[in-house]
Each structure stands twice: as C-alpha cells, then as structure tokens.
C-alpha cells in the first residue's frame, strides 16, 4: 500500500532538491518492500535456514531505510509535508517497530542460533546445515579458495583494464555485463587490474555473490567526488554503492575527494548483507565509509576521515583495521564514527576489534589544534563499542562528544574494553547513563565476530581469516 502510494504521487509541482531526495526513497521502499516479503515468506514457510536473527536483520533494514527516506529531506534542507511523506499516515514505522519488538522477545536465550555443535562431520545450528571445515552447504565449495588464491592463477569470470589488456574498460560495463554473463546466483569474480577508475559504481539488489578483486590498496582505485554541498544527498553521494547481498572486495582502494569542504561525501555505501571487505582501503573526508543496513565485516583495511567517517546502521565488525583521522577544516572536531540504531530492538552497531586507531599524517603535526572523538549519537539507540584496540593520544580524554544537547545520551549504548594507548584511558571519559566501561568478557563476547555478526555461518566460506571471539 505504501509503495503504490508512492509510485502513483505527481512529482511536478517538486522542485529540484525535493525530486533528488524522493529518487532516495523509491529505491529504499523498493528495497523495504523485498526486506518485508522476505520476513512474511520466512515465518509463513516455518523455513529453518532462516533464523530470528535473519529475520530481525531485514526489519532492522527495513526500519533504517525509512531513516534514510527522511535524512535525505534533511541533507537537501527540504521541508517535508504529509504529501511528501506518505507513509506516516499508514502506521507503517509504528508496524516495523512492534514487529521488531515481537521478534525480539522470541528470541529469549541470546545467541542461541549461533551455537555451533558437531555430530557425525556436520555442524548445525537452527537447521541450518553445514559442511565439515564451516563451509555452509548453501554456498559454493569454490568459494572458500577464493580469496587466498593468487590473482595470476584464479579463475575470474570478467577483467577490467583502462588499458584495454582486459574485457571492459570500466567497472560499470563490467557489473552490467554481469545480467548476461553469469549463471544464476553463483559467485562471479571479477578481477579489477590497477588503475584509476574514475566512476560511481552501483551493486543493484539483483546482483549477488560478486566479488572484485583488485591489484592492492593504493594500486586499484575507484574515485568519485559527489557530495551534499553540490547537490546529492548522502545516501547517493557514494562513489561506490551495494545493495546485492554476498558482496566481496579485496585489495582495492575507495575514495571520496570532494574534500572537508564538501561536507558529506561518501566512498563506498554497503547495504548488502554477508559483506565483506578484506585489505581494501576507504579514503574521505566527513562521512567516508557509510555501514547502511544488514550484516557487514571488514578486515585489515585502512579508513580515513574526519567528521562521522564510520557511520551507517549496519550490523558491522572491523577488525585489524587501520583507523585514521585526517585534518578536518578550521573549528571542526573529529568523530570517528556516528552509528545510526533509531530503535532499541535493532540488532545493529559499529563495533571496532583489535584495531588502531590514531592520525593520518596530516592530523598528526596539528593534532593539539583539533579534538578527536569515538564517536557521537546520530539516532537515538546509537550503538559502538571499541574492544582490545589501539587509540592513539589524538583521542580526546572525554572519548565520546554528544550529538545535540543531551540528546540519546541515556539511550546509547557506548563501550570500551580492554583498549590500549595513550588515548585509551578511561578515567576521564563521559558521565553519560549510556556509556560503560565493559569488564566482563561475557558482556564484551556478545559484541565479537561469532556472536555478533554469528560469523561463523558465513564468514569461513569466503577464506577470509578472522576471530571469532574476544
């Protein structure tokens, strides 16, 4: 009801920034509509590979690209009314809000769905089978050889080279070629050769299981340098953008150089659920690497920004990644990240595992000019925890700056463990309700690979190494 409401409105009379935020929310709709038939079909079907955890993950989605609806409005400074903005009349957040609630409460021993037992050379969990090794049934034994294998002598279902050496000269033509070239959902591989790739790419819901594969950060690049300031909104700033679930890169850098002066300017969006990202590296400025929505890893990359440059509602682990907060403009301060949980029951968060955390060289001569924070509270149930991490003494000794006032500042949910460093004393942090200085290794287990992200579903089919716990 919502979508034909809608697809059926008359956009004439929207002027121009109004029309630029509603491409946004068709897309997102789009994308909530497949999120909410996926959960229907699940519960309906009693289908035991999907678990309560699956099914929270797409509501959570759903609820976080209503948010999105809304921010883009915000970003282009658009005034919205009851015309614009449909979807108030009908319920439909207040739905997605009991339904989360409900879901929630059905799952009443945490984790329990990501309990692994072996019986016979098979581990099991919820129904869900897998192979000897962690490699899910589901996916292609072919898969987990991927990524250790050396680019010379994988097989790659497409190159792209500038210099012609390959199939296509650009990404894009690449991943469109991919509609005709691949069979069914199968993973399809394509390797990326160095380069400069001056292009916004874009990784439709219909796309899934692809994996590029780069020449190494710094060698393959993918660049773009949308913005706010210029007229997007965030959301579609992004120089490179997934939604198709399954999404893999590694060894290639993404980059946004519209500069601090262009406020929000994104490198690279994922909202793909089974993402990840292994030795790749995202460069920007405020708002570089956007966690939208769903299940996401990241793994011995680089990061750099200024202003919330880790943002977004995703499920997201980064773990042995290089943080780095760059120069911001004159009376900016630093945020590393800006999580973005609107609902308690979502299970979403940015957490940052054995990680470093300290300034890019342009920060590092003028760091005493500038404050460098964690975080800040975006949406109201914001969620981050830094665990067994070096923060560098750029790091501000309160750690945490608020958003507005005293907003979310009882309802976050903020956490440090077991961190090292100059910046990673705890003595004089904030005072807030929502911030804890996690001691127990049980309270910190439930934000780990494993239990957060149940990791080992997945993860292991990929080759991709990582910890699973603490």
């Known amino acids: 009801m919502v979508h034909g409401l809608i697809s059926s409105m008359d956009f004439s009379s929207f002027d121009k920034r109004a029309k630029v935020a509603w491409e946004d929310c068709l897309e997102l709709y789009e994308d ?19 678990t309560k955890d699956d099914i929270q993950t797409y509501l959570s989605a759903a609820s976080t690209n209503l948010e999105t609806c809304k921010d883009g409005f915000i970003d282009l400074n658009v005034l919205m009314n009851s015309k614009m903005y449909p979807f108030t009349s009908t319920n439909f957040s207040l739905l997605l809000t009991n339904a ?6 059905l799952s009443t021993i945490p984790f329990k769905l990501c309990t692994w ?39 790659v279902d497409l190159v792209v080279a500038k210099d012609g050496t390959g199939n296509y000269k650009t990404i894009c033509e690449a991943i469109d070629a ?22 916004n790419v874009v990784i439709t819901k219909k796309m899934m299981n692809l994996m590029l594969i780069g020449d190494g950060i710094d060698a393959t690049i993918v660049t773009g340098n949308k913005n706010v300031f210029d007229g997007s909104t965030t959301f579609r700033s992004a120089t490179f953008a997934i939604s198709g679930n399954g999404f893999i890169a590694k060894g290639i850098t993404f980059e946004n150089t519209a500069g601090p002066q262009k406020h929000q300017a ?112 975006w949406k109201m ?23 507005n006032g005293d907003f979310a500042l009882k309802t976050l949910y903020y956490g440090e463990h077991m961190n090292y460093g100059a910046g990673a004393g705890t003595r004089g942090r904030v005072k807030w309700p929502g911030y804890h200085v996690i001691t127990s290794p049980i309270e910190a287990g439930r934000f780990t690979v494993g239990r957060f992200l149940a990791g080992n579903k997945w993860i292991p089919a990929s080759g991709v190494p990582f910890t699973y716990g603490l």
């Not at 999120?35 to 309906?44: D, G, K, P, V």
């Not at 989360?100 to 409460?105: E, Q, R, S, T, Y």
Request: hydrophobic residues 35%; contains cysteine; proline residues 3%.
């Open 32 to 50: 909530t509509i497949h999120e909410m038939n996926h959960t229907i079909l699940a519960s309906r079907s009693h289908d035991h590979s999907i």
């Open 381 to 403: 149930y914001s969620r981050t925890v830094v665990m067994k991490s070096n923060i560098d003494g750029m790091v501000d000794e309160a750690g945490w700056a608020p958003w």
């Open 100 to 105: 989360l609630a409900i879901n929630g409460a």
């Open 117 to 155: 037992k072996r019986t016979s050379g098979v581990i099991g969990s919820g129904g869900r089978r897998l192979l000897a090794h962690g490699i899910p049934s589901w996916m292609s034994m072919r898969d987990h050889k991927l990524i250790h294998t050396s680019i010379f002598t994988m097989k």
């Open 178 to 199: 991919t509609k005709h070239l691949r069979n069914g959902i199968e993973r399809f591989i394509i390797h990326v050769k160095a380069g400069i790739y001056k292009e």
């Open 266 to 377: 994104v490198a690279l969006r994922s909202g793909s659920d089974f993402s990840i990202f292994y030795r790749c590296s995202f460069k920007g400025y405020q708002d570089t690497l956007y966690v939208h929505s769903k299940r996401q890893f990241y793994k011995e990359c680089d990061i750099y920004g200024t202003v919330d440059f880790i943002f977004g509602n995703a499920a997201a682990v980064i773990q042995n990644c290089n943080i780095y907060a760059r120069r911001p403009m004159i009376n900016q301060k630093n945020t590393v990240t800006a999580q973005g949980r609107s609902d308690p029951n979502e299970n979403t968060g940015i957490v940052i595992h054995d990680s470093i955390i300290e300034a890019a060289p342009d920060l590092k001569v003028v760091q005493g000019s500038f404050q460098t924070f964690l975080g800040r509270p």
